[in-house]
């Protein structure tokens, strides 16, 4: 499916929101959201888990240029644990939209459930990623700051292989977390 334009609202402005991070067994819940110019159009940029690690760093450059206005909030694995991980990522969704300078009249989350926000009106698309810009532009902020974060703590905590697997539940990871323990980044409430 093409993506197409984010302002499909006659004239609101429209912030996508989307999160990373929720599958992971360490490590931040991270979400974004960007307001786009009307006008903004790009061939490369999609949903992240489609697009190269390579080309999400060229995205996220060219999004931070180009946008009228992006935030990007993280929830710590102690809080996911609080309060679980679907809380925490709608509390990622409303840090992000704190930090927006712009206020938006309309926000568009990728998904099927959300938090209301204030009084700002929202929409859950699902696959929303896919279909606009505005969201595909967050997935790629959320991914990107997400696994930048998750690259410097991997230098702390070498033994989880963080570089690679940036939390996800993989082979090495589980393996690694049973020989070592958890470290302070493990979200304890999930099963490993």
Request: with cysteine; net charge positive; aromatic share 8%.
């Amino acid at each position: 499916m093409a993506l197409i334009l984010h302002n499909h609202h006659k004239d609101r402005i429209v912030a996508g929101l989307d999160e990373a991070g929720r599958g992971c067994l360490a490590g931040p819940v991270t979400a974004a959201a960007v307001i786009l110019p009307p006008n903004f159009q790009n061939s490369i940029l999609d949903d992240s888990k489609k697009v190269s690690g390579k080309n999400r760093e060229i995205l996220r450059k060219i999004i931070e240029k180009q946008a009228i206005a992006y935030g990007v909030g993280f929830v710590s694995p102690k809080r996911i644990d609080e309060i679980n991980i679907l809380n925490a990522s709608f509390e990622a969704m409303h840090l992000a939209i704190e930090q927006l300078t712009i206020k938006p009249q309309l926000l568009i989350i990728d998904g099927n459930r959300f938090n209301q926000y204030k009084n700002i009106d929202h929409q859950c698309i699902v696959k929303g990623d896919s279909i606009y810009y505005s969201i595909a532009a967050a997935s790629i902020l959320a991914k990107t700051y997400r696994d930048e974060y998750m690259t410097k703590e991997a230098e702390k905590y070498p033994n989880y292989d963080w570089k690679q697997n940036k939390g996800y539940p993989t082979k090495r990871h589980k393996s690694a977390i049973a020989i070592h323990g958890s470290s302070p980044l493990h979200r304890l409430s999930f099963k490993w």
